[in-house]
């Protein structure tokens, strides 16, 4: 049996100005927000330096589900270490990210405490070795691909020069918004030629802030083309913008 992945969905953030400490945040069972009445978990998060130290449990019973470091909370990109729980306080997975936010490494256990599966990337070939295994420990899937992420020319770096130099960030400003940070989340696919097409918001913070976020991604150039073993393939990208009113 293979393993096929369709897109590599790749988070990234810009945001316009800094951010402030989080304290508690809450989630339903999709890990989506979610009020506190009806959450299912919840993360409490820590500012330790330059990053955040994110600690989530299982609300009703308040025990621990996992433990990260992100480099927000906006885009919750991880780095170094993450360690996830079962209820009963078994290993249920763990996985290793570089600086950048890629998965080096990830493992998933049963309840057991026995390896499920193992993905296992190669920081220089891009090659990815995914195995999976029954619960007695016979290997039932493994697969072996190079998938390489659509690129802005120039990289990150580029990618957020670009925004910066095009994004009109007084628009919510001009539309007399108040002070505070207006997030706009982003998705957009770059096709087997670099183009980016389908570009939408999941959400609109208001005072044309929505508008101005599709505005400036549809105007993007073209972007080199995602590939898996060697041939292009579609990939998508999920984009937060954050605007900052403060007068």
Known sequence: MK?????????????VKGQDKVNVKYYDSLWEPASAEKAVYYTEYEKVGNYFK?????????????????????????????INYYETGS?????????????????SF???????????????????K???????????ADSSFTQ??????????????YLGEHLNSDIPTKKNAPDGKYTVVVTFIVDLK??????????????????????????SPKWQPASKNG?????RHRQSITFVVSK
């Open 91 to 107: 290993l249920k997975d763990s996985s290793i990210y570089d600086v950048k936010g890629t998965a080096l490494k990830e493992y």
């Open 54 to 82: 994110g600690t989530s449990y299982y609300k009703n019973s308040g025990n621990i589900y996992g433990r990260s470091l992100f480099t927000d909370t906006i885009s919750y990109k991880r780095i170094g270490t993450m």
């Open 3 to 15: 393993l096929i992945l369709v897109f590599l969905f790749f988070i990234s953030v810009f945001t």
């Open 130 to 140: 995914v195995d999976m295994f029954t619960e007695n420990g016979k290997l039932i």
């Open 194 to 219: 670099g183009n980016v097409i389908d570009v939408d918001a999941e959400n609109d913070p208001g005072y044309g802030t929505k508008q101005e976020a599709i505005r400036v991604i549809r105007k």
């Open 110 to 128: 049963y309840k057991s405490g026995k390896l499920l599966k193992q993905s296992i990337l190669n920081e220089h070939s891009y090659e990815l």
């Open 231 to 235: 041939k292009p393939t579609i990939y």
């Open 148 to 161: 390489i992420p659509a690129e802005f020319q120039g990289g990150l770096p580029g990618w957020s020069n």
